[in-house]
């Protein structure tokens, strides 16, 4: 495999390098964080950015497309991963501590290929999600999705290369994919928002539709006060 013994082989070895310098708890923290703390911590972005459609549109219609955009969010994720499949069987790269010595694994079992990374790709496929429905969320779970990206260098289960090849192919599907996306999931929300059940979940966060305060859609022929410039964000 003299084909990838290059700085990215150096790069995985001084990443990993870390864990075996560490105390074994710290390698566990970082096991967990990387297996499931980010996962969780993705769920809790989406959270605060559906918390944030509720309160911040000023009329229904850009309300139901904000929680079209997040319920485009993992589906990217799973449109992203299915991509990954025929790539990681055209590329056929094994892990690195199959090719190479001295590789800390921290988890066992991945012996699957390594190209592109599963995990990097699901989680910046789900993280460009949100940013394109609410910023300040959006950005952390982006931080998070790079994070992930180099725990799973640091346990010894991706090159580095693997994971910027996840991060680019989830961002790619979300981004690329997003207009048809909105384009066939705003018109199904908005139908699913016309349950009175399902009404009250998508507002639980802030106004009702059937109480009093709801989001509506502005009369004719009034306009809605200009929001700043830090209020607003990328869903459309």
């Known amino acids: 495999m003299a084909l990838w013994d290059n700085p990215d082989v150096e790069l995985l070895y001084d990443i990993n390098g870390l864990a075996k310098d560490a105390p074994t708890w710290a390698d566990r923290i970082m096991e967990y964080v990387g297996e499931y703390g980010i996962a969780v911590g993705l ?15 000023e009329s229904r219609e850009e309300a139901l497309s904000g929680f079209a955009g997040l319920v485009w969010a993992p589906l990217a994720a799973l449109i992203a991963l299915a991509v990954n499949i025929p790539i990681r069987g055209f590329v056929e790269r094994p892990r690195p501590f199959l090719d190479h010595d ?12 390594s190209f592109v990374s599963d995990h990097a790709t699901l989680t910046m496929a789900i993280a460009v999600g949100i940013f394109m429905v609410q910023r300040k969320p959006g950005l952390i779970a982006i931080a998070l999705a790079v ?6 260098v640091y346990m010894g289960v991706h090159y580095p290369t693997d994971v910027v090849g996840g991060l680019a192919l989830g961002t790619a599907v979300a981004l690329l994919l997003a207009p048809v996306a909105m384009w066939a999931l705003t018109p199904l929300v908005r139908k699913l928002a016309g349950n009175a059940r399902i009404e009250s979940l998508l507002w639980a966060g802030g106004t009702s539709g059937a109480g009093g305060g709801a989001l509506v859609d502005e009369p004719a022929g009034r306009t809605a006060a200009p929001r700043r410039a830090s209020d607003r964000d990328l869903a459309a």
């Not at 001295?102 to 290929?113: A, N, R, S």
């Open 147 to 152: 994070l992930e990206g180099f725990c799973r």
């Open 43 to 57: 769920v809790v972005l989406g959270l605060w950015a559906w918390w944030g459609v509720t309160r911040k549109r």
């Open 102 to 113: 001295g590789v800390e694994v921290l988890v066992q079992g991945k012996t699957d290929f």
